[in-house]
């Protein structure tokens, strides 16, 4: 199983910007399309966005559209997502993971709070 490993979170005023990281323990090239995901307090996990194996392409949530990039290096078998100009409605605690998700494993998740 490989693990995944979030960082980069923190807490940002609204119009803020955070990028997050994503380390995985073993090859994400091997894993396919990874995405990023947020479960906000109460609310069930929802997907966030997603990049296909090589990186020519994303897909993103319409909330996440226009605001977030999603990108990845192989060789560093990292995924990141750029976060720009930041709700208080993007605060949740963002992990990424396999997409689509097909196992029940999830990370530790790296928050994001946004508030002024």
């Known amino acids: 199983q490989v693990q995944f490993v979030e960082s980069g979170g923190g807490s940002v005023h609204p119009g803020g910007s955070l990028t997050l990281s994503c380390t995985a323990s073993?090859?994400?090239?091997?894993?396919?399309?990874m995405g990023w995901y947020r479960q906000a307090p109460g609310h069930q996990r929802e997907y966030v966005a997603r990049i296909s194996p090589t990186g020519d392409q994303t897909m993103y949530a319409d909330s996440a559209q226009g605001r977030f990039a999603i990108f990845r290096d192989n060789a560093k078998n990292t995924v990141y997502l750029e976060l720009t100009n930041l709700k208080p409605e993007d605060t949740a605690v963002y992990y990424c993971?396999?997409?689509?998700?097909?196992?029940?494993?999830w990370g530790q998740g790296t928050q994001v709070t946004v508030s002024s």
């Open positions: 073993g090859s994400i090239l091997s894993i396919g399309s």
């Open positions: 993971n396999e997409a689509p998700v097909r196992t029940n494993y």
